[in-house]
């Protein structure tokens, strides 16, 4: 079911905002763009195609997701990097329950100090998003991603 | 030739809707998206940009894409892998004989089993967009890819 | 502050064409979509958060960027290679002197004769875009790169 263009759009700005608190490494304000109850998942593809229920990284609230911003803070021996979101392919839609469905692809890049920028990971993102105090927030988020070699262990989200 | 902004965020639409189709190998939703007498291309830039009219892959009708559709299916020496589309800077346009014109920049990557992401081809679509029984479909496609050097032969569409 | 739907479609289109213009060598093109007074700077990602001044390129007047495009022109031991720019994440708001800001994040691919597309840079666009003549021109483009590994020398725009 159709959305209206103004709806779409500001579907299209919570993701670049998404985008650029991960990259800006604005975790924080990351973190707030959830639902106080909310599902955040990274599933590899295979997984997830199979209905397997292993996740990478598994949070089912807004407190979940402040933990791991605090453990990303306080991981010491995390490599300084900088990351980077492309986004490309959004479809909104209408949810049946009064939620808005979100789909699209994503490919992150990572830079390591004094290194080359290289590919990092790349897959969809399939979400529900409900409005919340007038503004749009994820009560969704699944990351599923192609490739099973992650490089490094996975700190930051996707 | 400006396009209305319902037109062209439905131009957008029917972008995402082929890079997913091609990504979730619903080969033949892709086919789908094409009408029944149709162009399907891929080019090099090098010998486009000449003139030349050799073609990686060149398909005249809705038939001979689903042709190739049963052969991406029946080819059992092609390695599994998953494809992720990324398209930017969409263009869309008025043509003069009452089709849309379309134009955009797109990355395809690939993932082989157990193996990282990687870039596996990158290039521009030039687009002519027909409605027809409502939905819009390409009439043309033309994917013009910059290198040369395509990993692996190029059995699944860009 | 939030931009009418138009608007923010036809900067989008700004966004479209500079990179066309620039993936397709038509750099006389390219400059043309500055202002004539313009600040037109390449940063390290490191340098601009610490507000150090460097710039990798630095330009500030239309002049001085077909300056540059007459330098890429004449520019004799540069390799022949195609590059393709990939956006995402586009943001657009009114700026408070009445102009308007773009942010967004960039990916350029380079491909060299006879060898696969390659990341060439990444990073985040910030913009100052003005209406003049009817027509939307950069008054401020700043190209903040991730990397400060340059692969070759940085003598085509970003």
Redesign the interface.
């Known amino acids: 079911m159709a959305v209206s ?2 709806l ?2 500001e579907v299209e ?1 919570l ?3 998404y ?2 608190a991960l ?1 800006e490494e604005r975790y924080e304000d990351w973190a707030a763009l959830f639902t106080e109850a909310c599902l955040y998942r990274i599933v590899p ?1 295979d997984n997830h195609d199979r209905g397997l229920p292993l996740a990478v990284m598994h949070c089912e609230s807004r407190l979940m997701l402040q933990d791991r911003v605090v453990a990303i803070r306080e991981t010491a021996y995390y490599a300084p990097r ?1 990351l ?8 909104v839609d209408a949810a049946p329950d009064g939620g808005i469905g979100g ?1 699209a ?1 994503y ?1 992150v ?1 990572q ?1 390591l100090r ?6 990092f ?4 993102y399939r979400d529900v998003i409900v409005r919340e105090d007038g503004k749009l927030r994820f009560r969704e988020r699944l990351c599923i991603f ?4 992650v ?1 490094n262990s996975l700190i930051v989200p996707l």
């Open positions: 263009i103004a779409r759009l700005d993701y670049s905002e985008c650029a990259d593809r900088y980077r979101h492309i986004v490309s392919g959004i479809r789909l692809n490919l890049l830079t004094e290194q080359p920028t290289t590919l990971n790349a897959g969809r192609d490739s099973i070699v490089p």
